[in-house]
């Protein structure tokens, strides 16, 4: 497969944004995906962050396997960064208020010292599609961000109102320019991070099929109807096979791939394959 790499101009556009924002802020809510963690964290806006009052969101932990999980919340503890796994269609509002407080807490603790009360900012970072517009529509309690499960549609930042003293800054989903980690590139891809037009579906799909059967073998089968030899097989044939089993045939038998490659990602990014992780940490 060629080198992976979406760096679109509106994401150079948006990190001069975020650098000059970022002064005005009380604390940073990062968001990554809970299948893979350090995958879908971006260098440059943990550099961003630096000196702010910061915590790590685990989005998406519903579709990721919770010994994982469990195992990235404990790596992360290990070097200083406090995290925590939530499920933005389903989790729990209230959890993320208690954190925000609790990081806003020396700002507004200065401003009741003054006798005024402080409206809290934070801003929410994230690469593409870790579900950001979706998990402040969660604290919101209505839809106000726009949200979607394809990367890119949040274009520039907006500030969205939660309460009478809370506001939350809604922002572009940012890679860094050259994704120097082809084998981390692959993880963002079969994420959704990347924009799949820009590679081919077929073999992305064929690679990830071969990635799945290395970590959820049963499962993979049993969903594709695959031979048991599956993962002795060429990507391109796992793919093929995939095709014969679920019967996404064209005329004459020939396999239809393309359709095959559109569901099986889509498949995947909704959790339909089973609860998957596709990197832990060191040593695990």
């Not at 790499?5 to 150079?12: L, V």
């Not at 014969?244 to 990602?265: H, M, Q």
Request: net charge positive; with cysteine; glycine share 8%.
């Amino acid at each position: 497969m060629p080198e992976i790499n979406w760096y679109p101009g509106h994401m150079a556009k948006t990190r001069r944004i975020l650098v000059d924002q970022v002064r005005s802020v009380d604390a940073v809510i990062e968001l990554c995906d809970a299948r893979a963690p350090q995958a879908t964290r971006n260098p440059d806006l943990i550099d961003i962050a630096r000196g702010k009052n910061h915590f790590l969101v685990m989005n998406k932990c519903d579709l990721a396997n919770e010994a994982a999980t469990r195992a990235w919340t404990e790596y992360f503890k290990s070097r200083g960064i406090e995290s925590v796994k939530f499920q933005s269609t389903n989790g729990k509002a209230k959890d993320m208020f208690r954190l925000i407080e609790t990081a806003a807490k020396p700002a507004v603790d200065r401003m009741k010292a003054r006798g005024a009360n402080k409206t809290v900012r934070v801003m929410v970072v994230g690469i593409p599609n870790v579900g950001k517009s979706t998990f402040i529509n969660k604290l919101r309690g209505q839809a106000i961000a726009k949200a979607s499960d394809r990367p890119g549609v949040t274009r520039s930042n907006q500030w969205v109102k939660v309460g009478p003293y809370l506001e939350l800054l809604d922002t572009p989903g940012m890679l860094w320019p050259k994704l120097e980690n082809q084998k981390s590139a692959k993880l963002l891809a079969y994420l959704g991070s990347i924009r799949d037009q820009i590679m081919d579906g077929e073999e992305l799909a064929g690679e990830l099929l071969k990635l799945l059967l290395s970590i959820a073998k049963n499962d993979t089968l049993a969903r594709y109807k695959l031979p048991e030899n599956a993962d002795a097989l060429l990507p391109e044939q796992v793919l093929e096979c995939a095709c014969k089993g679920r019967g996404w045939l064209l005329s004459g038998g020939r396999f239809d791939t393309e359709r095959a490659a559109g569901v099986i990602l889509d498949e995947f990014r909704g959790g339909k394959i089973g609860k998957i992780t596709l990197e832990w940490p060191e040593g695990k």
